[in-house]
């Protein structure tokens, strides 16, 4: 049912059954794949690794443990939390002092997420943003709007050259096809180094049950502690790759089409366009 999600916890033996099991999958996927470049060798390699058993089981067998599992079903009201996961980013951008770090494969927020992001700037909160260009098309006006604000950094993750013509920007997928596929599918946000907002759904109105065409529900985690370093690490890692290029550097605002009716949503004063421009 849409309305519900759910999620299963497990404890003792069973984790590392289903540990074994997926690794067992991925080295058979990983000796099909050899097989298909023709690097039998390899192949071999892996289909011997999948038939292994992990150590750590092997140990337990030896040791005559007691196999002792426990399992939980764990479920989401979808409807009665809708607006949770929007409330947790209003927090998290409203109590940082310091940075907010956001990587996400699709944005498209709405105004009270586009207003704490401004006003976190203003207040001087060094806002980073990289969002993944597979499905940018027709959101520069909103991305080089929240660009142009002092304090704010946009950055598209392996982009497109062809920014206003869908024609050209189709062709160059297709002629670049090895390297358009490379992606980031990341979904993460970081106040301050201290709060971490991480799962499976994106920036949008059809991730916070708001479309009125159809909406996508997800589970979210929220984290402190150790893990924040990690997830940090990882967004800088994406942030200063090569295929990460700022907003500015791929077009001149003067050569942007005005946005679609509905599409893009101007969120700065035209004296700070006026005064990129001249930058």
């Not at 071999?44 to 040791?63: C, K, N, V, Y």
């Not at 940090?232 to 790759?241: E, G, I, K």
Request: glycine share 6%.
């Amino acid at each position: 049912h849409p309305r519900l999600d759910f999620a299963v916890q497990a404890r003792g033996a069973m984790v590392q059954q289903v540990q074994e099991t997926m690794t067992q999958l991925w080295w058979r996927l990983q000796a099909v794949s050899h097989v298909r470049e023709h690097q039998f060798p390899e192949a071999f390699s892996s289909f011997r690794a999948a038939g292994l058993h992990l150590p750590w089981t092997q140990e337990a067998q030896a040791d005559g443990d007691q196999i002792v599992a426990r399992a939980g079903l764990l479920l989401r009201d979808n409807v009665l939390h809708r607006t949770q996961i929007e409330k947790a980013y209003l927090k998290a951008i409203a109590g940082a002092r310091h940075e907010v770090l956001i990587a996400n494969a699709y944005f498209l927020p709405g105004r009270r997420l586009r207003k704490a992001l401004v006003l976190a700037a203003r207040r001087g909160v060094r806002v980073r943003l990289i969002i993944d260009d597979l499905y940018t098309s027709g959101q520069d006006p909103l991305l080089i709007g929240l660009d142009a604000y002092p304090n704010v950094e946009v950055r598209l993750f392996n982009p497109s050259r062809s920014r206003t013509d869908s024609f050209r920007r189709g062709l160059e997928l297709t002629f670049k096809y090895f390297t358009a596929t490379r992606r980031m599918h990341n979904k993460c946000w970081i106040a301050d180094g201290r709060v971490l907002i991480a799962g499976g759904r994106n920036i949008g109105d059809e991730y916070f049950d708001a479309s009125e065409e159809a909406n996508f529900h997800d589970i979210d985690v929220l984290a402190v502690g150790d893990c924040l370093a990690a997830a940090q690490a990882t967004f800088d890692r994406y942030w200063n790759s090569e295929p990460a290029l700022p907003i500015r550097s791929l077009h001149k605002i003067r050569q942007m089409r005005r946005p679609r009716s509905g599409v893009g949503v101007r969120c700065v004063p035209n004296q700070q366009q006026l005064a990129l421009r001249q930058a």
